[in-house]
């Protein structure tokens, strides 16, 4: 069983998917960042300095009645929160990703199309089946017109 579990593990597959795991969760973190420290603040800013990370509704006040300015005082009040301004910076971010991941994809399809096959530059004559170039207008073994 241990053998098995080996050859499996090391399958080119298993090895290449692990990979792809590993730099996926990188490159998730790094695009995370990009929404959040990039993207939003100045999306922020255009929308009259709204901070995303503290758009959220209060459903019950917490043990401190509120107000609560941040989203950190609410939930260290022990408010129960709907954190929609967070939500969207998830959307963004999954679109971001998403995008990324379109772009990967279709450049490696791209790289992977193979070449489309030379023009042939021979044919076959109709009449003695024996292969001649494509522009013989005549067989040069039965000698029959070619059209």
Same mark, same amino acid.
């Given at each position: 069983?241990? =053998? @098995?579990?080996? @050859? ?6 298993? %090895?290449?998917?692990? $990979? ?5 969760? !990188?490159? $998730? &973190? ?10 939003? /603040?100045?999306? *922020?800013?255009?929308? +009259?300095? $709204? ?5 959220? !509704? ?6 401190? /009645? +509120?107000?609560? /300015? ?6 260290? !009040?022990?408010?129960? &929160? %709907?954190?929609? *301004? ?8 999954? $679109? ?19 070449? !489309? ?5 021979? =044919? @076959? ?8 170039? %494509? ?7 039965? &000698?029959?017109?070619?059209?």
């Amino acid at each position: 069983m241990g =053998k @098995e579990f080996k @050859e499996f593990i090391m399958r080119g597959n298993v %090895v290449d998917m692990a $990979v792809g795991i590993i730099i996926g969760a !990188a490159f $998730v &973190t790094i695009v995370k960042s990009l929404v959040d420290d990039i993207i939003m /603040p100045p999306i *922020g800013l255009l929308l +009259g300095n $709204v901070d995303f990370a503290n758009l959220f !509704a209060v459903l019950k006040e917490g043990k401190v /009645p +509120g107000p609560y /300015p941040t989203l950190a005082l609410a939930k260290a !009040a022990g408010a129960v &929160t %709907v954190n929609y *301004g967070l939500f969207i910076s998830t959307i963004i971010s999954f $679109v971001v990703v998403a995008f990324c991941v379109f772009i990967l994809v279709k450049n490696v399809n791209r790289l992977k199309k193979e070449p !489309a096959p030379p023009e042939p530059n021979t =044919k @076959e004559c109709p009449y003695c089946l024996s292969t001649i170039p %494509v522009k013989a207008t005549k067989c040069a073994h039965c &000698t029959a017109e070619i059209t």
